[in-house]
T-cell receptor
């Protein structure tokens, strides 16, 4: 099937690390994406990883990819209250015509001061 | 460079009314998409287009229609609004990779 799975909620304290997990469906997906949605806003591309990489780091963000287990994670270091948002992982399966992104349900990150 | 622009931002419709949600992009992207977002349900694809003159159904197309007469514009039409169409609608475009999203249209059908 075409289900990208994420847990729905994560709550952390300010200054802690957050880890948001995702399992995706197609091991041949070329790119995997993380989007951030702040309250009342559209989705912003946060970061992405190419499928031949295991890890990508971008300032406070670290993306880990385990192709064998089809598992993707997003780590946010030193989480701030401004990181409170919904985070979506997404893939474009190779078999998918039209470049359609398949999204997970989104993980709502709540950062408590 | 405006990216993806959606209008209106908010709208209240009565049951049975019709309306068009506008979407335009200025990045010369071939691919355009319409999603709806309901609480806790993620994003569901309504319709998409791979280029001017070409449209196709997504996961939840019933009650909607689209057209793509130009590369820039991809309007979404609701012909007979129903309460089940109360949602937030997002338009997006891409060149085959990650999407650029509009800021959304919040629609309430009463």
């Amino acid at each position: 099937g075409e289900d990208v799975e994420q847990s729905l909620f994560l709550s952390v304290r300010e200054g802690d690390s957050s880890v948001i997990n995702c399992t995706y469906t197609d091991s041949s997906s070329t790119y995997l994406y993380w989007y951030k949605q702040e309250p009342g806003a559209g989705l912003q591309l946060l970061t992405y990883i190419f499928s031949n990489m295991d890890m990508k780091q971008d300032q406070r963000l670290t993306v880990l990819l385990n192709k064998k287990d089809k598992h993707l994670s997003l780590r946010i270091a030193d989480t701030q209250t401004g990181d409170s948002a919904i985070y979506f992982c997404a893939e474009i399966p190779v078999y998918n015509q039209g470049g359609k992104l398949i999204f997970g349900q989104g993980t709502e990150l709540s950062v408590k001061p | 460079n405006a990216g993806v622009t959606q209008t209106p931002k908010f709208r209240i419709l009565k049951i049975g009314q019709s309306m068009t949600l506008q979407c335009t992009q200025d990045m010369n992207h071939n691919y355009m998409y319409w999603y709806r977002q309901d609480p806790g349900m993620g994003l569901k694809l309504i319709y998409y287009s791979v280029g001017a003159g070409i449209t196709d159904k997504g996961e939840v197309p019933n009650g909607y229609n689209v057209s793509r007469s130009t590369t820039e514009d991809f309007p979404l039409r609701l012909e007979l609004a129903a309460p089940s169409q109360t949602s937030v609608y997002f338009c997006a475009s891409s060149n085959g990779g990650g999407y650029t999203f509009g800021s959304g249209t919040r629609l309430t059908v009463v």
